[in-house]
């Protein structure tokens, strides 16, 4: 979270002056203010950076009257760099980011300097209006060497950006996310006298005493075993995350997911394993072993039945623990605890979508400060590193504190206590700040007997044991993590009909885990996706996937 503050932002600054110059020039048409210099690691006079922001559930939150323009990042930047930080698109969700970021397309107003952009057919359309900057001479010449470093572990990240063998934009802080575990109620567990799940047969034992044998002790049956969310698809790769349970049975042929198979891309929802993973979930279902909105409830929404008490068993990222925790407040004797997930049927282990970068940076074609930009998206890196101005986080008394000599990351024992902390990052225009090695590496260190004497060190050891124990258990397992090799725009055929495919995938596997259609309907629908664009389109991922293989990244820009 500390790394998350000062990305967005460096970002908001560099973003702003481009904006306010209407070109991205830092100034206005035909004013007469003196250029800009970047002398020791500040520019004078300062420079204004435009940027877009997509703000998250946890974004907008200010304290000390900041705002979103002027908070102790955008004061930072301006004081220690030269570079002052403006807003100038703001949306709130995905689907608004990404309809503000089009409506800014297709009109005549001039785009912000810097664009954080999520969606890879507005990353295509963005390339193809020709508003964008060619940045392959820009990181060759302005990218620091630490942060190049980092860039040439994740080559594949550049695949949505290139066209033509030039590079259009770079993908947002590339890491190995962190993978998912199993949260579960051990008070649960402890009074039904089970052991935490390791396969399938095993799982279902788990969640039919969760709903069956009264483990909250009121003497109702008010319980059910197993939360996730159906709503959107049944491979969120964050919260609320039923994938464990299609992939015991389809292995690494993942639903929403393409797999390479022997040189060949493959579409994971079609994989037969899948018709055993619904069958499954199907008797779930009508046993009540699972939350019975399944299908309507995002994966925010399907946190509900866990911190309310009543589900016994939610699977997402480590840090899901922070959002659910609530349920060992509101009830008495709960406690949770952290898992890996379960083996799949042939005994080889369950696998996760892998996620390698939030969306990728694009620049305003008129965008000149980029050497500003890569200087200050560098400063960013020092929470990640545990050096220069960020040591211990991004801002003392919001994210951190030094309490009689001592760094404090418990918001409750700062000089001015806080009930959470200040998640400065949220303030930025990226979701995500930067890390430098797969996450969870810190927890893992701690677990096995490291020292905490660095930032991010000291940050981990204060993190609840729960917590601790879920980031060292993903990173132990992050041979689950597998990144979607395709990563490209939309194919032809996508445009036309992915929806409709996607909605008919849903659909489908919906009304079978409900029981509203039989079981065979999978079959049907694996037919239809073939017969309505689906081999089309797999054809023409292949073709992208080939060409994709054949291109030369690191070389392209100098990063070899």
Known sequence: MRNRNILAVGMAVILAAGLLAGCGSGKSPGSSAPEAELKDGKYDPSITITIAKQQDENAGKYINGESLNDNVLTRWGEQNLGIKIETTLLGGDASQYNTKLRLALTGSEVLPDVLPVYDT?????????????????????????????????????????????????????????????????????????????????????????????????????????????????????????????????????????????????????IHPGNKDALAKLRDWYAKGYLNKELATQGAWDALSGFTEGKAGIIIGRPWLYDS????????????????????????????????????????????KYMEGFFLYYDKLYDAAFGTGDFQYGYAQGYDFDIVDGEIVFDPVKFNKPMEAIQSVGKMAFTKNTPSVSPAGKNYYDLANGASPDSGPLLAAAAASQTTKDGFAISYENRDTLLPNPFNGPPTPTMQNV???????????????????EPLEVFDTFVKQWAEKGGDTITEEVNAWYENAKKTDVMSLMGLK
């Not at 659909?507 to 079978?512: D, P, R, S």
């Open 121 to 269: 057919m507005i990353m295509n359309d963005l390339i193809e209006s020709g508003r964008v900057k060619e940045i392959t001479e820009d990181i060759k010449t302005y990218m620091p060497e630490r942060i190049k470093e980092i860039y040439k572990q994740y080559p594949t990240t550049f695949n949505p950006v290139i066209k033509d063998g030039k590079v259009y934009g770079m993908a947002i802080a590339p890491n190995l996310t962190e993978g998912e575990v199993m949260l579960i109620r051990q008070d649960w567990l402890d009074k039904l006298q089970l052991k935490a799940p390791t396969t399938v047969e095993e799982f279902e034992q788990v969640i039919v005493a969760f709903t069956n044998d009264d483990p909250d002790g009121n003497g109702k049956k008010d319980t059910y075993g197993f939360t996730f969310s159906g709503k959107d698809s049944y491979n969120t790769g964050w919260v609320s995350d039923p994938v464990m349970i299609f992939s015991a049975f389809t292995g690494k042929h993942l639903p929403r997911q393409w797999y390479d198979d022997n040189g060949k891309l493959t579409y994971g929802s």
């Open 324 to 367: 659910v925790k609530d349920v060992e407040k509101n009830v008495p004797g709960a406690k949770v605890s952290a898992y890996p997930t379960i083996l799949g049927v042939s005994g080889d282990k369950t696998y996760q979508s892998a996620q390698l970068n939030d969306g990728v940076f694009m620049f305003n074609k008129d965008f």
């Open 498 to 516: 992915w929806e409709q495919l996607t909605t008919m995938e849903q659909e489908t596997f919906t009304k079978i885990i409900y029981g509203n």
